[in-house]
């Protein structure tokens, strides 16, 4: 069986998961749905056929999963509901205040088309929220820490680019390493995010610019910097440009808890498990996390399975290629 | 609703599951299982009853889920398949290789009764599984590297006593952290699991035995020693019983790996992903885990399924107590 998966929105993450496909021997891209002139978008790999959203949204016979590739602010509020009710599909709605609303529109439409939906997966949402509910479900008592980074904030990199006098810039949210030390070793302590983080910002200047009102700016802004420790460095284009263009990110969840915690007993033990990602490349991990998880909402359609789902539902031998007896063999 | 569980064996693990329910509100103990005379066996909490094994095998209808607390060598073997005909049951087999085989009969015994029965549950089989398999399926182009320790082993401690000369000890194996280090940082090895670990054992000698003599019988032991960097430590009894007491373990599974690989491209990242567990006590944490898959195991008998299954078959939302919209609100 080939999985045949439709690619829906060409950025980062659309060019993520036509890799991540082309290394899955069970599946392959049906092509690239595209709000612009497909004529005029050009994809990576040569074998990938770029088609009209129009053709999309007719309802086309040739896709299995169909991965959306949009944004959350605007795209997939739209999207996903729209295309949940002609396909099945997997997003990674990431507005976490949202969450609740968007599975209710998507399980709707879902239901209503017979499709399996798969929402908010990736790595945060995605594989860190897993951890999240596991570590906790089998250490009852204790406490969870989530770390970002080291990593480009794609929102942070955004604020320091609006700041009057700013040319260009990127943001790295970087954890506080004693903090995750302290936890590593048992510790829960209490603090907040911004606590538990720091911000660098690498920022160039457009001529003329006063640096020092800039970086006044940029650590003064409310919600994105005010509350954490922020350096600001400047730096030229070229630096820019040589020495800040890739895209890393990652970060670690950490559950540091007891067993045996029982009144009137003395049989209390720390335990603690940690999950940590280091991402060369966040689209392309986010991708190929959409690609893993399109094989398992395949599946559950064939069962015959519908509605919204998270990865809170998914078995993980499902997003796996091998069968359930290949696993029990080698991986157990 | 609150779940029933029976414990079946009340050695470490037994004991481990005990106190772990005791720390789940959903969840309480219908009693330990013994085939010693109940009345020899004192509980840790006042509150559990101790019952006969021949009680468990007529069959009960207080019990939700059983939890087999026995060994993989002789035990559970025998056991797995006879309960499964009667209960739904968790059991934490661990012998790799007789998998297969174990999963067939036990599916057969719980496919007749009409239970569920999950085997091979714990850390390693059971969370270290999971993470080896989903890592492997989100980074198809890389290698996965498992760790273990710095930990007690039961196993190699019980070979190291059988040693002429030796009246007690333990034994430590102890992960290469220039390796640990190495795979972290996206590096792919290819090394034996004696080039990952090495193994530190605390001896209390005989009186007149040689210590050279013993050194080097443990150090050369085939399968057990002979591989690997291995150290031989001779204390007093009063030192094995105050600073070998605890049973500490736990380790890492390390996936090593590239997106973005497609020939012709150069679009490849480094992608790391790492799952560690530090315990402080060894059998508290598989029971914990025993006793968070207990919960999935009754809700998927209440959903009517039927037969045997491994933690690759569990959607991670079923061992949490929390309702899957508490989950979607809180955790993604």
């Known amino acids: 069986v080939t999985i045949r998966i439709g690619i829906a929105g060409y950025g980062n993450l659309g060019r993520g998961v036509e890799l991540a496909v082309a290394g899955s021997p069970d599946m392959k891209v049906t092509g690239v749905f595209t709000r612009r002139n497909p004529e005029t978008v050009v994809a990576q790999l040569d074998s ?13 016979d040739d896709v299995d999963v169909l991965i959306l590739c949009g944004g959350s602010k605007t795209d997939l509020p739209e999207q996903g509901p729209q295309l949940a009710r002609i396909y099945n599909t997997v997003d990674s ?58 990593g480009l904030s794609q929102g942070h990199s955004d604020a320091v680019r609006r700041v ?33 983080h720091r911000r660098e910002c690498y920022v160039v200047l457009e001529p003329g610019a006063d640096p020092d009102v800039v970086s006044a700016e940029i650590k003064n802004m409310p919600h994105y910097f005010a509350d954490y420790d922020t350096e600001v460095h400047f730096i030229s284009a070229e630096e820019l440009a040589r020495d800040h263009a890739t895209m890393p990110h990652g970060g ?16 209390e033990n720390s335990q603690v498990v940690e ?7 966040n689209p392309q991990f986010t991708s190929s996390v ?35 007896a290949e696993l029990r063999r080698d991986y157990l």
Chains 1, 2 share one sequence.
Do not use: C
């Not at 399980?107 to 594989?127: E, Y």
């Not at 998880?293 to 499902?318: I, N």
């Open 275 to 281: 999950y940590t990602l280091k991402l060369g490349h």
């Open 48 to 60: 990938t056929r770029v088609f009209s959203w129009a053709s999309l949204l007719e309802g086309r």
């Open 164 to 196: 009057a006098g700013v040319a260009g810039g990127v943001q790295y949210t970087i954890p506080a390493e004693d903090v995750l030390d302290a936890v590593r070793a048992g510790e829960q302590p209490k603090l907040s995010a911004a606590q538990r």
């Open 290 to 324: 959409l690609v893993a998880y399109a094989r398992a909402v395949h599946r559950m359609a064939q069962a015959g399975e519908a509605g919204a789902k998270t990865v809170f539902d998914v078995a993980p031998g499902l997003i796996s290629p091998k069968s359930p």
């Open 252 to 267: 670690t969840v950490l559950r540091s808890g007891v067993t045996g915690s029982v009144e009137g007993t003395h049989l």
């Open 93 to 150: 709605f990431d507005t976490h205040a949202q969450v609740p609303q968007y599975f209710s529109i998507v399980d709707d439409a879902a239901q209503a088309g017979g499709n399996v939906a798969l929402i908010a997966t990736g790595w945060d949402p995605g594989l860190f929220s897993i951890n999240r509910v596991m570590a906790e479900a089998v250490v009852p008592t204790g406490a969870t820490y989530t770390f970002w980074g080291r």
